[in-house]
């Protein structure tokens, strides 16, 4: 597979390198412009039990083994019924991964390439589980690692970058702050910048996601449940989606309906409201602490992607984030609040008869004060 970036705003083509993060023209964000995607299931099915079973539809050469050096076993997560008196909705099991969250998906398969493009040292800002991810993956690849986060971070996740030996740049303001402090760093310094939001590697690990759900189902849910900050999983699922039908394994995307706390919910309201791109809001605070993006940086590719779902937006109140935590954890799953937001949505979801559902359990409880 050979790719190169193209700016999502003026379409200029660039070639791959480590050092580029966004149009150099036009400052548009980067996708991926890449050969069609070839699924073939029948080659999956007697590969190790992790997203690398997927390898030629992932962003390396079919005979690249950079990736064995990084992986930790990541992917092909539990997909199980939540609850057998609702035996049509299913939960993805994703904090079962290497450290704890859905995020080492796209870690695993940015830092990978980050180690193809020669790269020695990686930038990354986060609200907590992507910080960890990429710290704990950059130390496995031998790279040096900056986590700009901010200083309300859950101390457990800080905790656990530290342990990585990543350096901790903790900034005093918002996630906004902290973003633009490491995009200061990146460009300052010419180092990689690893960002979940901005590095289009990450999706393309994300997106193994959904050729999971439809393998371990052999078909597609109807609807999936995802929650969104940035939206990486859900682009991630969306594209993965997306290949499924191009390849004719499936015939229609799933739903996809969106979360969102409602104390910081700008995608959310710019859905409701018809808009093309979001605008930033304040945060007011929220226990989902995964979610709470004021401003995403892909607002237009994720509104679009709903849309195109023929999806719809939820939004949850701190009450209910907080009795879903207690439910999941009733039914055996500890899950950070961030989690439960997906349970809580469900649950005010108006759902059909029979529908098929899917709802992430992506991050572990244990990781949340
Ligand atoms: C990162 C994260 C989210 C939100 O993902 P986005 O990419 O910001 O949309 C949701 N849940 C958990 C557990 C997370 O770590
Ligand atoms: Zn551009």
Redesign the pocket.
């Known amino acids: 597979m050979s790719e190169q970036y193209r700016c999502h705003t003026c379409h200029a083509n660039f070639e791959i390198t480590d050092n580029i993060w966004k149009c150099p023209k036009c400052g548009g964000l980067l996708d991926l412009v890449k050969e069609k995607v070839v699924l073939d299931p029948t080659k999956w099915k007697d590969r190790e039990a992790s997203l690398w079973r997927y390898i030629e539809a992932l962003p390396f050469s079919n005979d690249s083994i950079g990736w064995r050096n990084v992986t930790m076993g990541e992917g092909y997560t539990p997909l199980i019924v939540l609850d057998e008196s609702e035996p049509h909705t299913f939960v993805k099991v994703d904090?079962m991964m290497p450290t704890l969250?859905?995020?080492d998906r796209g870690a695993a398969v940015l830092i990978a390439k980050a180690k193809e493009l020669g790269v020695t040292k990686v930038v990354e800002d986060s609200?907590?589980?992507?910080g960890t991810s990429i710290a704990a993956y950059a130390k496995r690849a031998g790279i040096a690692c900056d986590i700009y986060l901010g200083k309300a971070t859950s101390p457990k996740k800080i905790a656990q970058i530290k342990a990585h030996g990543a350096t901790i740049h903790a900034i005093d303001g918002n996630r906004e702050a902290v973003a633009a402090a490491a995009q200061e760093a990146v460009t300052e310094e010419q180092t990689f910048y690893a960002s979940?939001?901005y590095n289009p590697y990450f999706y393309e690990g994300t997106k193994t996601y959904a050729y999971e759900i439809w393998e371990q189902m052999n078909t597609a849910p109807d609807s999936v449940i995802i929650?969104?900050?940035?939206?990486?999983?859900?682009l991630g699922a969306y594209y993965g989606f997306k290949d499924l039908l191009n390849n004719g394994l499936i015939m229609k995307l799933p739903r996809i309906i969106a979360i969102q706390a409602e104390n910081c919910a700008p995608l959310a309201r710019a859905f409701a409201n018809h808009k093309q791109t979001a605008e930033p809001v304040e945060n007011a605070g929220t226990e989902a602490e995964?979610?709470a993006?004021a401003a995403a940086a892909r607002s237009e590719q994720i509104l679009a992607a709903v849309r195109e779902t023929n999806g719809e937006f939820i939004t949850t109140s701190e009450e209910e984030i907080i009795a879903a935590r207690e439910a999941l954890a009733s039914k055996g799953f500890y899950v950070?609040p961030?989690?439960a937001a997906n349970y809580a949505g469900y649950l005010k979801y108006k759902r059909q008869q029979h529908e098929m559902i899917v709802i992430p359990l992506?991050?572990a409880g244990i990781k949340a004060n």
């Open positions: 904090y969250s859905f995020k609200s907590g589980n992507a979940h939001v929650p969104v900050g940035n939206g990486t999983l859900l995964g979610i993006i950070e961030t989690t992506c991050g």
